[in-house]
């Protein structure tokens, strides 16, 4: 992608104008709903996670609207986040909260980078992302949902970071190397 400036249409702003009030206004109807008791749970419960799922929706349709990578990134990470407050309050049934559930926001930029990679074409950059947040959130998991001790998963993930760092290290310096060399 090239780092020019956009102008959007009036097409395109009129667009995103209208899918961001639409989305509010199907916001505030689940919300009274939700205050009226239509629901079985009331709209204490239902107010972080739909105001979230709703903000990341905007971004997410004003970024495939715009053809705005940077949009729909931050829209893919604030429905990850979502995710938490959506099912943190089933811990009175299954017994799931965010004492479980936090690695997802560990896992947010692995989410969000793999939406748009596929998008941008940049699977390399993304790549490396994914791999770092994703591989950070597993060691968090370890622990709050296998109950594994951070005596034994904070050695391991140091290690293992390690690991990537050298990797990602010789691979940048091979890569440079080679096309310094095709330069010539």
């Known amino acids: 992608m090239e780092n020019e400036d956009v102008i959007l249409s009036s097409g395109q702003k009129l667009a995103c104008s209208i899918s961001a009030g639409i989305l509010l206004i199907l916001l505030g109807i689940f919300l009274l709903l939700s205050g009226l008791g239509v629901f079985p749970f009331g709209i204490m419960l239902a107010i972080i996670p739909a105001t979230l799922v709703t903000i990341g929706l905007i971004f997410v349709v004003a970024g ?12 893919s990470f ?25 690695p997802l926001y ?20 993304h790549l490396k992302a994914i791999i770092f947040f994703l591989a950070l959130s597993g060691f968090f998991f370890l622990n709050s949902v296998f109950g594994i001790s951070w005596v034994i998963v904070l050695p391991i993930m140091l290690a293992a970071f390690g690991i990537f760092i050298v990797v990602v290290a010789i691979v940048l310096r091979n890569s440079i190397k080679g096309s310094i060399q095709n330069d010539v």
């Open 64 to 75: 495939f609207i715009q053809d705005n990578v940077v949009a729909l990134w931050l829209g």
């Open 78 to 102: 604030v429905l990850a986040t979502s995710l938490v407050s959506i099912f943190a309050p089933l811990s009175a049934t299954v017994r799931i909260g965010y004492a479980r559930l936090y």
């Open 106 to 125: 560990l896992a947010a930029p692995a989410i969000a980078s793999l939406v748009t990679m596929f998008y941008s074409r940049e699977f390399k950059d």
